[in-house]
């Protein structure tokens, strides 16, 4: 538990890990792309497991993470999941809540490297993975509705680079520490990667799980796409005493 975690009201913490947890799940049952290897699917739900846990705290990414992407699994028909999604994404959320305020002490030219770092890294994997594992003919399941789509793969370079774009502006203006978020977010989801993939070869085997691998590397990439520079701007808005 974060010094910010302590000073807030019981009945504060309470109401934002209420609603983070149900946008964890929200995020999470908005989209879904199935994997027949592993029964597993892609999902947006990292989005918001980083974004509240950057914003407040490792406790509240916890719980939001694991309670709100497991109430998800049992509401789209993927029960099997839901045990180790509690502990997995719990973790997940804990972890990346916990580095985002562990900044380390760097002066302003490194916190520029490490920004340029950050910013090369997630757009390589976000175009990347994307133009190889997500490109072409799709079905994509949004609620009860489910279409057939078509992905260009031009659509995930573009995405790329503006990913990369986005964190170096971020960070070499005035948010020298955007770095640091996006690092820590891809801390998380190494965890969240290797933790399916340990679960999925006990249930399916190395190779079925092996291949839900690049699906949640892509859940990870996009989740920091969305979540470091939403939450470099809601963390303006905040009253000091909500924020972690």
Not at 157 to 173: E, Q
Not at 183 to 190: M, Q, T
Not at 206 to 221: K, R, S, T
Request: glycine share 12%; hydrophobic share 55%.
């Amino acid at each position: 538990m974060t010094e910010g975690t302590r000073a807030r009201p019981r009945a504060l913490l309470a109401a934002l890990t209420a609603v983070s947890t149900a946008l964890v799940c929200a995020a999470t049952m908005v989209i879904k792309l199935d994997i027949p290897a592993t029964r597993g699917y892609f999902n947006l739900g990292e989005t918001m497991v980083y974004t509240v846990a950057i914003l407040f705290g490792p406790l509240v990414g916890a719980v939001a993470g694991g309670v709100g992407s497991a109430l998800a699994d049992i509401l789209l028909a993927a029960p099997i999941y839901a045990p180790a999604t509690l502990v997995i994404k719990g973790t997940e959320g804990l972890l990346v809540g916990y580095l985002a305020k562990k900044a380390i002490g760097l002066g302003q030219g490194r916190w520029r490297s490490l920004t340029a770092l950050a910013a090369l890294v997630s757009g390589c994997l976000l175009g990347s993975i994307g133009a190889h594992y997500y490109s072409g003919e799709a079905t994509i399941t949004l609620g009860s509705l489910v279409l057939a789509a078509y992905v260009p793969v031009c659509l995930w370079v573009c995405l790329g680079v503006a990913i990369s774009v986005l964190i170096m502006v971020l960070g070499l203006g005035a948010e020298p520490k955007t770095g640091w978020l996006a690092l820590s977010a891809l801390a998380g989801g190494c965890l969240m990667v290797l933790g399916y993939l340990a679960y999925e070869t006990a249930l399916f085997g190395f190779w079925a799980a092996l291949a839900e691998v690049p699906f949640n590397i892509g859940q990870a990439v996009i989740g920091l796409s969305v979540a470091v520079p939403l939450t470099r701007a809601l963390e303006r808005r905040l009253p000091a005493g909500v924020r972690a």
